[in-house]
């Protein structure tokens, strides 16, 4: 059965580790996030993008992120999958939990959510799950 989660994170930080930026005004950078889970999910992360920025601002990431702690009270690790973008309509930030990456208690986790990111730069996220 699907269950639910959801709460909020802080990033802890940013660490930029490579930008290539081409004379057509595109930039492609790597990055180092950490973060602080709150919510159903409580622990911490690791996040390695790879981002793209253009003149009209930021554009599109993919990513891989480690999550250590606990979903609704059982504990282990997991990977998410991101992938995000944005345009003139607006921004989409997805994730998804790489099969047969959970441990401990989240072993055999599976499912996906969104990262929404407020007007003043909070974020919170949203998670639809299965645990055997």
Do not use: C
């Not at 993008?49 to 990513?63: C, E």
């Not at 702690?69 to 939990?97: C, M, N, P």
């Amino acid at each position: 059965m699907t269950q639910n989660a959801s709460g909020t994170f802080d990033i802890t930080g940013w660490d930029e580790y490579a930008k290539d930026a081409g004379p057509d005004g595109v930039v492609v950078a790597r990055v180092r996030v950490t973060k602080a889970f709150h919510g159903d999910l409580t622990g911490t992360s690791v996040t390695e993008i790879q981002t793209v920025t253009t003149d009209s601002g930021p554009s599109a990431y993919v990513g891989i992120e480690r999550f250590e702690g606990a979903l609704h009270g059982r504990k282990g690790t997991f990977v998410l999958q991101h992938s995000a973008g944005s345009d003139a309509e607006g921004q989409w930030l997805k994730w998804l939990i790489v099969p047969t990456s959970g441990t401990g208690e989240l072993a055999g986790l599976r499912g996906g959510g969104d990262i929404v990111v407020d007007e003043n730069g909070g974020h919170s996220y949203s998670l639809a799950y299965d645990l055997p």
